[in-house]
T-cell receptor
Framework: DTEVTQTPKHLVMGMTNKKSLKCEQHMGHRAMYWYKQKAKKPPELMFVYSYEKLSINESVPSRFSPECPNSSLLNLHLHALQPEDSALYLC??????????????FGDGTRLSIL | DQQVKQNSPSLSVQEGRISILNCDYTNSMFDYFLWYKKYPAEGPTFLISISSIKDKNEDGRFTVFLNKSAKHLSLHIVPSQPGDSAVYFCAASSTIPYNQGGKLIFGQGTELSVKP
């Protein structure tokens, strides 16, 4: 069983919709991450939060808006997405961002389809 | 510019034999390396890691070897079991520069098939 929980598991939305992806962990981790994974490709980092503050933004389009309300929760707000944004969105957490020698633990992801 | 490379897209091994998965990297600043296993419709599961100060780390059936001079790491699975069939990703990160610390860079993955 994964200790990082993502909801929903599947999401279908139109290009004009607004939706949110949610991620929760109760391991006391202070770093949380969003990744995007396309089919047959490796996960690609989107955002990193450290102690509830945004630390890394990998030049992600503004139609993706992350939020970290507290140390256990991470949201990804979606608005006006494009069909090419259809992918598996993975959340991960680790004890801290620095030092980097700590494994990240992943949730099972949200499969997002944009119509 | 692919900093982490897994040159074998697939590998097929007989049950009970050794599986060896390989990974090469180009960034000499990487100081922490990990292997993840991924089943379809699931997120990556952390398997084993190694710090750049070591050259070997072992956990049960899984051993990771690091050759810093060759910028190469490998994962050995002994003995291989049908349940090990999955996609395996190697990943790397560095603490320096500080503002990029903790960022994981993944290889393209190798699909392992263990046949009974």
């Amino acid at each position: 069983d994964t200790e990082v929980t993502q909801t929903p598991k599947h999401l279908v939305m139109g290009m004009t919709n607004k939706k949110s992806l949610k991620c929760e962990q109760h391991m006391g981790h202070r770093a949380m991450y969003w990744y995007k994974q396309k089919a047959k490709k490796p996960p690609e980092l989107m955002f990193v939060y450290s102690y509830e503050k945004l630390s890394i933004n990998e030049s992600v389009p503004s139609r993706f808006s992350p939020e970290c309300p507290n140390s256990s929760l991470l949201n990804l707000h979606l608005h006006a997405l494009q069909p090419e944004d259809s992918a598996l969105y993975l959340c991960a957490s680790s004890q801290s961002r620095i030092p980097a020698n700590q494994p990240q633990h992943f949730g099972d992801g949200t499969r997002l389809s944009i119509l | 510019d692919q900093q982490v490379k897994q040159n074998s897209p697939s590998l097929s091994v007989q049950e009970g034999r050794i599986s060896i998965l390989n990974c090469d990297y180009t960034n000499s600043m990487f100081d922490y390396f990990l292997w993840y296993k991924k089943y379809p419709a699931e997120g990556p599961t952390f398997l084993i890691s190694i710090s750049s100060i070591k050259d070997k780390n072992e956990d049960g059936r899984f051993t990771v070897f690091l050759n810093k001079s060759a910028k190469h790491l490998s994962l050995h699975i002994v003995p291989s079991q049908p349940g090990d069939s999955a996609v395996y990703f190697c990943a790397a990160s560095s603490t320096i520069p500080y503002n990029q610390g903790g960022k994981l860079i993944f290889g393209q993955g190798t699909e392992l098939s263990v046949k009974p």
